[in-house]
């Protein structure tokens, strides 16, 4: 039985992405009697929409497959409307640095009415497409950040509200960051009650939050490969560090030290949906708000199971395989994200 659910963790290891690719972004501009409008999607979604290009079915776009040919115009075109017409032009499909698949659109006229994205109904239910008008001299006219079930902003009306759904995203991130979760669960497995859990939170919080201000903030930045693989590294760390140890460090040191690199993990999200060519700062912040719910929402499920646990005398048995729980997927993240430390 034991063994049995040692591969059912492991087979669920191998399956679980630590994150969604579903980021994406749109920038546009007026351009004298046209709008033209920037877009950029992670190569994984690029693939998905643009199947055809994808012509060794790898699931992936590299620079020889980045072919306008008919098909790709008319899918990337229809993707994005204005006033419930397709663009007029499609150029500058190409790879980004960061392997994002991106082009340029151009609207002839530049009328007023919905932007929308019909091209969100073919990706993830959890996909979010970041939009933002800019105008001629600098700043934000409107900005949005869309979703298959909301796939369109009007534009050159002022749109608030984007505050609430970076608060919405930052709590989805955190309960499908499955990464980001094991960590924290091998955190509290240790018990103490708590006051202990308030100054592990309370630590992995502020650490979180300094990095994810100053990544999102372009102050300080870290290869995402080396980032990934440090994350996964916390795993294994603090689950080994609950079985190998008879009495384990206080856990608001390393949820400090290691919390330092999960924010630039979070920060990856703003990263992707280029939201520093708007108003970063709002955005920012309800972000961030929303991570700490859905972290604080967690601890609270988790911490009374724990406690009874240990009135129970079970805590140092559940200690262990929780740990093996989150060291398994932990091991496996590092050994999938090592090698493009070294690419």
Same mark, same amino acid.
């Given at each position: ?76 075109? +229809? ?28 609207? #002839? ?50 749109? #608030? ?24 669960? +091998? ?14 939170? /309370? ?5 979180? *939050? ?7 903030? +372009? ?47 979070? #920060? *990856?999200?703003? /990263? ?72």
């Amino acid at each position: 039985m034991r063994s049995r659910w040692m591969m059912v963790v492991a087979a669920t290891a191998a399956t679980a992405l630590a994150h969604d690719p579903g980021l994406s972004s749109a920038t546009i501009r007026r351009s004298g009697e046209a709008m033209t409008v920037q877009v950029a999607l992670a190569n994984a979604d690029a693939a998905l929409l643009l199947s055809k290009l994808d012509t060794d079915g790898d699931r992936a776009l590299v620079p020889a497959e980045l072919q306008l040919d008919g098909a790709a115009t008319v899918t990337l075109c +229809g993707g994005w409307t204005l006033a419930g017409l397709p663009a007029a032009r499609v150029a500058d499909l190409r790879l980004a640095e960061n392997r994002d698949v991106e082009f340029m659109l151009t609207f #002839a006229g530049a009328a007023d009415g919905e932007f929308a994205v019909p091209a969100l109904a073919y990706l993830s239910r959890s996909h979010r497409h970041y939009v933002v008008q800019l105008a001629e001299p600098g700043g934000v006219i409107a900005e949005a950040l869309l979703s298959p079930a909301m796939p369109g902003l009007v534009l050159t009306a002022a749109t #608030a509200g984007t505050g609430s759904s970076f608060f919405l995203l930052g709590i989805e991130h955190i309960l499908i960051g499955y990464d980001h979760i094991c960590f924290l669960f +091998g955190l509290l497995l240790l018990g103490g009650g708590w006051r202990r859990a308030a100054m592990t939170i /309370t630590a992995f919080t502020l650490a979180h *939050s300094l990095t994810l201000a100053a990544a999102s903030l +372009g102050v300080l930045r870290l290869p995402s490969a080396m980032v990934e693989s440090v994350i996964a590294a916390s795993i294994v760390w603090v689950a080994l560090e609950n079985v190998l140890r008879r009495q384990p460090m206080a856990r608001h040191w390393p949820a400090f030290g290691f919390g330092l690199v999960h924010g630039f993990g979070f #920060a *990856s999200v703003l /990263t992707d949906l280029r939201v520093g060519a708007g108003d970063i700062v709002a955005p920012l912040l309800a972000f961030n708000l929303g991570v700490e719910v859905g972290q604080l929402a967690i601890a609270a499920l988790v911490l009374p199971l724990l406690a009874v646990a240990a009135r129970r005398g079970h805590g140092r048995r559940v200690m262990t395989f929780g740990s093996l729980a989150v060291a398994l997927p932990g091991l496996w993240w590092l050994c999938e994200r090592l090698p493009g430390v070294f690419a």
